[in-house]
Antibody
């Protein structure tokens, strides 16, 4: 239902854009989120955007450096990542889930690995 | 920020046994508390939402309970495919937060 792309190796201070393509569900009716997982670690919420794209929120760890956006006409979600740091190294998951009126089904992509290293 | 503390960190169990996992919040969770299962190399899978409702397609051996600051995930009889890492997440307050996870391993 969701597939991420755009991960890879980038130097500290560099930029990368992740994309997520949705299918098989009503993309525009779901809030979309980025969640990351550093190697061998737990899950960390990164950013969320409402179904209509109006409400956007970031974790403090990425605020001012990352930018989330969506295009409902293309069923797509992006995460623009700037000023990357070693601690941003993680598998990044695109996920469709609600925080209000939570639904009995979430949608998650398989993840894309971002490695920040010189 | 609501801190979620999961215990134990590791649970060593045998197939057929009952597993009880705990998630404790640093303050009352006003919105939904959900549970995920994650297997190596896979994305998390939603098991429970709103603390006690099973997600679509989740078997009845998984159940959730609790409110306020104390939540529990119970697996009534472990099957081979249940050995994995389990995370709780609160969705009631920003930032959204996850617990550190409980690994259920084969004894």
């Amino acid at each position: 239902h969701l597939v991420e792309s755009g991960g890879g190796l980038v130097k500290p201070g560099g930029s990368l854009t992740l994309s997520c393509a949705g299918s098989g569900f009503t993309f525009s009716s779901y809030s979309m989120n980025w969640v990351r997982q550093a190697p061998g670690k737990g899950l960390e919420w990164v950013s969320s955007i409402s179904g209509d794209g109006i409400y956007i929120i970031y974790s403090d760890s990425v605020k001012g450096r990352f930018s989330i956006s969506r295009d409902n006409a293309k069923n797509s979600l992006d995460l623009q990542m700037n000023s990357l740091r070693a601690e941003d190294t993680a598998v990044y998951y695109c996920a469709g889930f609600e925080t209000i009126s939570v639904r009995p089904v979430d949608y998650w992509g398989p993840g894309t690995l971002v490695t920040v290293s010189s | 920020e609501i801190v979620l503390t999961q215990s134990p960190a590791t649970l060593s169990m045998s197939p057929g046994e009952r597993a009880t996992l705990s998630c404790r919040a640093s303050q009352s969770v006003s919105g939904s508390l959900v549970w995920y299962q994650q297997k190596p190399g896979q994305a998390p899978r939603l098991l429970i939402y709103d603390a006690s409702n099973r997600a679509t397609g989740i078997p009845a051996r998984f159940s959730g309970s609790g409110s306020g600051t104390d939540f529990t995930l119970t697996i009534s009889s472990l099957e081979p495919g249940d050995f994995a890492v389990y995370y709780c997440q609160q969705r009631g307050n920003w930032p959204l937060t996850f617990g550190g996870g409980t690994k259920v391993e084969i004894k």
